[in-house]
């Protein structure tokens, strides 16, 4: 398919402020939200890492707020998926059939069917509750490419390269950032657009979490590197941009997806 015969793609960050209660309290705040972003015209929705329960590790002791893939208390998010036509890439503590536990992203497609993506680079306590992944889960929308990764991912040049290689037009990235992170995060989303002339895409757990305050700052960077679009707070909010895929065309060379040298 060439540049110009794909069409702009519409998305939403979704900056959430988890609820108390996990999977069953945050479902249908998921549900509403994910209407909100249909009535700004969204194909496809992020939401920030671990969303269905906020960053509560210790929820995760026991096996009520772990999910699988065919989890039937998915049904209303796949039901709205499948009304609205949109995909939702949701954050969830996850067990693979073989029970190999995941911190993941659940692409929820149109279609009820689900794709997964795993972090690839735990840290701290995660790493005494999950398994890391390997390569970030490439999906395709409307003609588009979009690469998922999950918060310290995109501290590690390599993830955004890889995914620029296997032809990425966005680096989504869900999240924790904190209160004091503001400039690390801006590198991070700044230098994986403009190093690999992707759009980068975040979505950042809002308000207070176990590890401190939000900063906020969900939004959109350009293949420049620069900011498109971000929060103006750091409580939910839904943000959302139609991006252009001749925009990429700007910077990139004819013959690949990586960047134009300068």
């Not at 794909?6 to 402020?17: E, M």
Request: proline share 5%; glycine share 10%; net charge negative.
């Amino acid at each position: 398919m060439t540049t110009g015969s794909i069409t702009a793609l519409t998305l939403s960050a979704v900056q959430y402020q988890a609820l108390d209660g996990g999977v069953a309290a945050n479902v249908p705040e998921h549900i509403r939200l994910i209407e909100d972003a249909e009535s700004h015209g969204a194909r496809l929705v992020i939401f920030p890492e671990l969303s269905l329960t906020g960053y509560r590790l210790d929820l995760l002791e026991g096996s009520g707020e772990w999910l699988s893939a065919a989890d039937r208390r998915l049904d209303g998010i796949r039901e709205i998926c499948r009304r609205t036509g949109i995909t939702a890439v949701i954050g969830a503590a996850l067990k693979e059939p073989d029970g190999t536990p995941r911190l993941a992203s659940l692409a929820v497609h149109p279609t009820g069917s689900i794709e997964t993506s795993f972090k690839t680079h735990l840290h701290g306590p995660e790493q005494e509750l999950f398994v890391a992944g390997s390569n970030p889960a490439i999906l395709e929308i409307d003609g588009w490419k979009v690469a998922l990764a999950i918060c310290f991912d995109a501290a590690r040049p390599g993830h955004a390269e890889w995914a620029a290689d296997a032809g990425a037009d966005i680096y989504a990235v869900s999240a924790l950032y904190t209160a004091g992170e503001d400039h690390r995060l801006a590198l991070h989303l700044g230098a994986r657009a403009m190093d690999n002339r992707m759009f980068s895409v975040l979505a950042n757990l809002a308000g207070a979490t176990p590890l401190g305050p939000s900063c906020g700052l969900s939004g959109f960077w350009g293949p420049d590197g620069l900011p498109l679009r971000q929060a103006a707070g750091t409580g939910t909010e839904v943000l959302t941009a139609s991006l252009q895929h001749s925009v990429l065309a700007r910077f990139r060379r004819p013959e690949s997806g990586r960047a134009a040298e300068t």
